[in-house]
């Protein structure tokens, strides 16, 4: 056997061990790193993951060989220059803690797209001319506003894992966007069965925030509509309750403890209101 042969089947053999002692397993884009920067990253991860880097096929084949239930999908998703990660850290949290320690960055021609890129319509810092052609052969239709060119309609320029082509690269460069990340990007993670792709692990914090907080507003509106009686809308049925109460003994007439009071002042004022209107003198 070929000695590159013999370390190849090793190496795959010792991955897909590797991959039974994880309950989580991602597939990392490495595109963009340099080799100082990926040791960095090694380090500081060191308590969260094990990243191996390896050719596409090896990671195909020890996926494959793992005998793993579903793991072979992950395989699905490998692209461009990658890395296998084993962890044991739950895929979600993962993600966020590797978006946390990736910085924005230019597209490039040749690079995937992570996900879809969109310029989004509204003002550009260009004034009519060639650029207008460039900006149609990409499907950016334009109009003139207060002297400089605006985009129409929001376009998906490139579609999650699409090459980004030049002239893609060149528009994006000079709209002063920066679609990319450097870092250890994620692609797609395993566990228990599941391949979840960079997509369904990317949550939107302060848009999760606002819907938790509409979720509760509205709950405690609900339950307080309802008249349910739980902890957070007790105190306020009860007030409600009360003033309710109060106005119906007010309005009927009906004397209590409370509104003995507020009665009389009701029935004076209204004695002085007939006299007035009958002549009678009030003293």
């Known amino acids: 056997m070929r000695p590159n042969l013999k370390k190849k089947i090793e190496k795959v053999n010792e991955l897909a061990e590797k991959l039974k002692n994880y309950k989580v397993i991602a597939i990392i884009n490495l595109e963009g790193l340099r080799s100082r920067q990926l040791q960095k990253l090694r380090r500081d991860l060191k308590d969260v993951l094990t990243l191996e880097v390896t050719t596409k096929n090896n990671i195909i084949r020890a996926l494959k060989k793992s005998g793993i239930k579903g793991l072979d999908k992950l395989a699905e998703h490998i692209r461009g220059v990658c890395g296998l990660a084993f962890t044991n850290e739950n895929p979600f949290k993962l993600s966020f803690k590797l978006m946390k320690m ?8 040749g690079q995937i797209a ?106 405690y509106n609900l339950a307080f509509n309802a008249r349910i009686p739980i902890s957070e809308v007790i105190n306020l049925l009860l007030i409600t309750a009360h003033a309710h109460a109060r106005n119906l003994s007010i309005n009927t007439g009906y004397i209590t403890r409370d509104n003995s009071s507020e009665l009389l002042i009701i029935a004076n004022a209204k004695a002085h209101a007939l006299a007035n209107k009958i002549g009678w003198e009030v003293r």
């Open 102 to 109: 990736t910085t924005p960055a230019p597209a490039k021609p």
């Open 114 to 219: 992570p996900s879809d890129i969109i310029v989004n319509k509204g003002p550009t810092p260009f004034v009519p001319g060639p650029i207008i052609s460039d900006l149609s052969e990409l499907g950016i239709k334009t109009k003139v506003e207060g002297g400089k060119l605006a985009i129409i309609d929001d376009v998906v320029l490139v579609k999650a894992g699409e090459v980004i082509n030049e002239k893609q690269a060149n528009i994006l460069s000079r709209l002063g966007m920066m679609p990319m990340r450097t870092g250890l990007n994620l692609i797609a993670a395993y566990e228990d069965g599941n391949v979840y792709s960079a997509s369904d692990l990317t949550i939107d914090l302060d848009d999760y925030k606002d819907k938790m907080q509409k979720a509760y507003i509205d709950a």
